[in-house]
């Protein structure tokens, strides 16, 4: 038996991100880079070392390898400690066989014998593909005074996003009357953010409840949530009126990611007060030539810019050859930018290389290259030289699986 812990957590990360098209192609959304420096995961992971739980489950599924490498034992984010720390837990077969995750809540539930090693008193689910700085203290501390069963994370969002969440009623007293998922007609504007906390007992019933429904989809938000109500158990909204983004679609991404290049931007990465920690690889310092350019960017460690750089986002080890302009665009890991290029509003793979003489972005047929759409290039993608590629386009590569 393991030591007790108050308050463990239990990372979904192994989500596929099938909307967030090429970037997701070979990678889990959670393992994609964020603001030049960070991955996805690094908010959620550096929310829990923040808030001090020392003990997180990562529960994996699809394309790990290059999650489960950059997290490896947590010791970024201060989750290597001896009793507890970070744990990946990816699908496994036991006596009775083995499945892949059917859902959420039976992710959890074929990780029970996880939690139960900690015997905790409450358990914090969360996911690992959202962009927020998150006190679970004052969470947790809330789920306490409030004596809950449940407790779920809120946002207030517009009507149309609405449509798009699990949406919460609750009375004037914080306890949730009604929980549907993504309405047509919401009643509501409190959006959950998929941020929950159980008292363990209540949580273990309920596994094994939905487990043995043949007709669940194995989901929180549409099976467990539901049922405990019904079962009249204590559920509770905490409302969070911080930032709080699901980057889970191309445009949010993109415009999240372009969000922080504003004078005032919602989501404050430079903020000394909360520490967001990454296992980002050692580079050297970025290196711009006295013939580029670069106004109103991130330049992240190993770049060289010998080229033009505007309203743009730029990972470790980029490259933009002299002559290239890179214009509203985020360039991932190790991209190149070969010489007289164009890019416009784009986002570019990991490793991917753009040739010489292309033209990433254009309209055709219009009056103006300048245009709407989000081009995506799929990571280690090779554009030959001289290529025009479409505004809003998504460029695939075609190779075998992998992990």
Known sequence: MAQRKECIAMLLAGGQGSRLGSLT????????????????????????????????????QYKPFRLNSYISMGAPWDLDVMSGG?????????????????????????????IRAFNPEYVLIISGDHIYHMNYGSMLAYHKAKKADLT??????????????????????????????????????????????????????????????????????????????????????????????????????????????????????????????SNEEILPPHYISPKARVRNSLISNGCVILGAVENSILAQGVYVAEGATVENSILLQESSIGSESWVHKAIVGEGANVGAYCSVGITTGGKSVRQSGITVIEENAVIAEETLIEKGSNILVERGDEQ
């Open 86 to 114: 970070l744990s990946i837990l990816p699908p496994y077969v036991g006596e009775s066989g083995g499945t892949w995750y059917e859902g959420t809540a039976n992710a959890i539930y074929q990780n029970m014998d996880f």
């Open 25 to 60: 192609h070979h990678i889990a959304k959670p393992a994609v880079s964020f603001g030049g420096k960070y991955r996805i995961i690094d908010f959620c992971l550096s929310n829990c070392s923040n808030s001090g739980i020392d003990t997180v489950g990562v529960l994996t």
């Open 152 to 277: 779920i994370s809120a946002v207030e969002v517009t009507k149309r996003e609405a449509m798009e969440f699990g949406i919460i009623t609750a009375d004037e007293e914080g306890r949730i009357l009604k929980f549907t998922e993504k309405p047509k007609e919401p009643d509501s504007l409190l959006a959950s953010m998929g941020v929950y906390i159980f008292s363990w007992p209540v949580l273990e019933k309920a596994l094994i409840e939905d487990e043995a429904d043949p007709e669940s989809e194995k989901d929180f938000g549409k099976n467990v949530i539901p049922r405990l109500l019904k079962q009249k158990k204590r559920l509770f909204t905490y409302t969070f009126k911080g930032y709080w983004k699901d980057v889970g679609t191309i445009e949010s991404y993109y415009n999240a990611n372009m969000e922080l290049l504003l004078d005032n931007p919602k989501f404050d990465i430079f903020a000394r007060d909360y520490r967001v920690s």
